[in-house]
């Protein structure tokens, strides 16, 4: 499960160090609580929900302290020796962080995720219906970006 863990630390996150230390986090959590986990259910739902909550706990307590001086920009997104794909990859990266934080997670969970929607609603503590509204909207505007 580490890597979908990664995949989805590093949409939430944007830089490499804080994703990594994201999903070192919530499997250190997973550990100290496996306990709670209750066989038979859907672990890697358990662990997404568990590396959510962290990193929006993670937030809040981020935006209680000072902002540093020196605050340098995320690493960009770097395709294999081709520059149209390079260029590519920055748009889907920029039209992608353009969405609302709840669109963004919502289409990472159901298109890079593998979640059927009735799992991400539970991750995001939504209707179903709900869910499905964020996808579709989300898919329309970076289908709108990214023509």
Partial sequence: MLPDLRAFARFMCREREAADELVQNTVLMALDKQDQFTEGTNLKGWLFTIMRNRFYSDLRAQRRRPAPIDDTAATPLAAVDNPEATLALKEL???????????????????????????????????????????????????????
């Fill in 93 to 147: 990266s920029a039209a992608l962080w353009d969405l609302s934080p709840q669109s963004r997670e919502a289409l990472i969970l159901i298109g890079a995720g593998g979640f059927s929607y009735e799992e991400a609603a539970a991750l995001c503590d939504c209707s179903v219906g709900t869910l499905k509204a964020r996808v579709s909207r989300a898919r329309k505007l970076l289908a709108g970006k990214i023509r």
